[in-house]
């Protein structure tokens, strides 16, 4: 991967509803070998999927909680059933199996305190082999990112002219 290919990963991951020709544009290349290079970044991988990110708000999801969760059994076949139950879930937008002092982080997107209780009641209490959770609910966001940073990417004219 060059800085051509970098370049090109960041541009759509601040927006993948650019064209082509506005992608290639901005890294200097002709639309025909941009468009060559996104279709083999996509085919070795490195694009996973090209999604839609909704505001939370006017989707009637306002409400995020983030929840640590302690396992009573800590094998790896626990460990697996609940993240599998906790997947299932709609409202569950992450899932983490993390070191430390919990065993398990969820990332929840709700309609509201309602949705939540329903949510506590299937994932946390009997035979969900959990012990203890805890619950943050996020009042104010100051950064919410899905980008991921690559370091050596190129400046188009576009980008000059934006930093200027």
Not at 16 to 40: F, K, Q
Not at 65 to 74: F, G, R, S
């Amino acid at each position: 991967m060059d800085r051509i290919d970098r370049t090109l990963l960041t541009l759509l991951q601040r927006d993948a509803s650019r064209t082509n020709a506005a992608l290639a544009d901005e890294v200097g290349l002709s639309p025909s070998s941009c468009l060559r290079r996104i279709r083999r970044l996509r085919a070795s991988g490195i694009i996973n999927r090209v999604v839609a990110i909704l505001n939370p708000s006017r989707a009637g999801r306002s409400l995020r909680t983030i929840v640590t969760v302690e396992l009573k059994e800590h094998g790896e076949q626990q460990m697996r059933r609940f993240l599998t139950l906790a997947a299932q879930e709609e409202a569950v937008t992450q899932a983490f199996a993390v070191t430390g002092s919990v065993d398990v982080v969820l990332v929840m997107r709700l309609a509201d305190m309602e949705e939540f209780d329903a949510l506590c009641e299937r994932l946390f209490r009997e035979r969900t082999n959990v012990v203890r959770f805890s619950t943050l609910v996020v009042i104010r966001t100051a950064k919410d990112e899905t980008a991921i940073p690559l370091e050596g990417t190129i400046s188009g004219p576009a980008h000059r002219a934006r930093t200027r």
